[in-house]
């Protein structure tokens, strides 16, 4: 079963608009990490974010904004007035305490920022 | 903050020849590293999981014939793609975990390796 979904394949947006990238994830841990990733087309992945299970307050840096709600098991990313080097996959991932560190990702979503 | 390097970063080789990737981390000591294998448009599936000192745990359906995994030091781990076939074309990364399970998890990425088998 898949861990984690990202729903959004593609996203297309206008630079300056606002998008929201989902992520559900499923786990039965009590201890877990959630990661967003960027890729740009040079492949590396870019560490965004990092959030554990017991911290549900959101976070924003910059013109990104993370929501955790763990009731609907879900760890959406928001990028505010999107720019075009925003474009790249964004991946989301899931790391279960009891699997030593392993790193399950979703299937990414790929935005394009429209100049 | 930590860093993996991963080298090579691209390569080409002819189909049947054995090519090796190297993932080192730079300013930390791993016992584990984790390799992963990303197709065009796709997400990253873990091969394996290198631990230093002892085999690699490799996953489901991934040939630990094919895919050999040394883990020398604390600081490397070597993935080698062994007889290459275009089909083992793909983007090759690695990871490596600076804490455990229970500390708090937090994971470098080595800059990936683009491997073309022609």
């Known amino acids: 079963a898949q861990k984690v979904t990202q729903a959004q394949t593609e996203i297309s947006v206008v630079e300056k608009e606002d998008v929201t990238l989902d992520c559900v994830y499923e786990?039965?841990?009590?201890?877990?990490?959630l990661f967003w990733y960027k890729q740009p087309p040079s492949g590396e992945l870019v560490f965004l974010i990092r959030?554990?299970?017991?911290?549900?307050q959101n976070e924003i840096s910059g013109r990104y904004s993370w929501n955790f709600q763990k009731s609907t098991s879900s760890f959406n990313f928001t990028i505010t007035a999107s720019q075009v080097v925003d474009s790249a996959v964004y991946f989301c991932a899931l790391s279960e305490a009891h699997t030593g560190n392993q790193f399950y990702f979703g299937t990414g979503t790929s935005l394009t920022v429209i100049p | 903050g930590a860093v993996v390097s991963q080298h090579p970063s691209w390569v080409i080789c002819k189909s049947g020849t054995s090519v090796k990737i190297e993932c080192r981390s730079l300013d930390f000591q791993a016992t584990t590293m984790f390799w992963y294998r990303q197709f065009p448009k796709q997400s990253l599936m873990l091969m394996a999981t290198s631990n230093e000192g002892s085999k690699a745990t490799y996953e489901q359906g991934v040939e630990k014939d094919k895919f050999l995994i040394n883990h020398a030091s604390l600081t490397l781990s070597t993935l080698t793609v062994t007889s290459a076939h275009p089909e083992d074309s793909s983007f090759y990364i690695c990871?490596?975990?600076?804490?455990?399970?229970?500390?708090?998890?937090?994971?470098?990425f080595g800059q990936g390796t683009r491997l073309t088998v022609v």
């Open positions: 959030r554990n299970s017991f911290d549900e």
């Open positions: 990871s490596a975990p600076t804490g455990t399970g229970t500390e708090g998890t937090e994971a470098f």
């Open positions: 786990t039965r841990d009590t201890t877990y990490y």
